[in-house]
């Protein structure tokens, strides 16, 4: 059983910068591949970064590719998005999420393939 809990939300202005920390407890957590998703109002949720359980294979959705970062310290249980040069059609509900498929599946963008899922953190851009 892992447990997921983000912080690091908030309102920032077009161009500037946020790190959103997804705090884990529970066993096992170093070997969960972690990821984020992100979700609009009206919209569904929405794949944006993933990492495998040591950090070795990233993976990022298009819309994000180059302006934002995943990263985890499994000594501290921990997994953050580093989002550069935000825009407006980034704001959302952002949640991490894990789960254990393999690291080159086509399939780890699929929200119905991870396992465990935090309560979300609010990200609201001003442009």
């Known amino acids: 059983q892992v447990q997921l809990v983000e912080s690091g939300g908030g309102l920032v202005q077009a161009g500037g910068s946020l790190r959103l920390s997804c705090a884990a407890s529970?066993?096992?957590?170093?070997?969960?591949?972690m990821a984020w998703f992100r979700q609009a109002p009206g919209k569904g949720r929405e794949f944006v970064a993933r990492i495998s359980w040591n950090g070795g294979s990233t993976l990022y959705a298009d819309s994000v590719n180059g302006r934002f970062t995943i990263s985890r310290d499994n000594a501290k249980i921990t997994v953050y998005l580093q989002m550069n040069s935000l825009k407006p059609e980034d704001a959302a509900v952002y949640y991490c999420?894990?789960?254990?498929?393999?690291?080159?599946?086509?399939?780890?963008?699929?929200?119905?393939?991870?396992?465990?899922w935090g309560q979300g953190t609010r990200v609201t851009v001003s442009s």
């Open positions: 529970g066993s096992f957590f170093s070997r969960y591949g």
């Open positions: 999420a894990a789960n254990t498929l393999g690291d080159y599946s086509d399939y780890l963008p699929d929200p119905r393939t991870y396992d465990y």
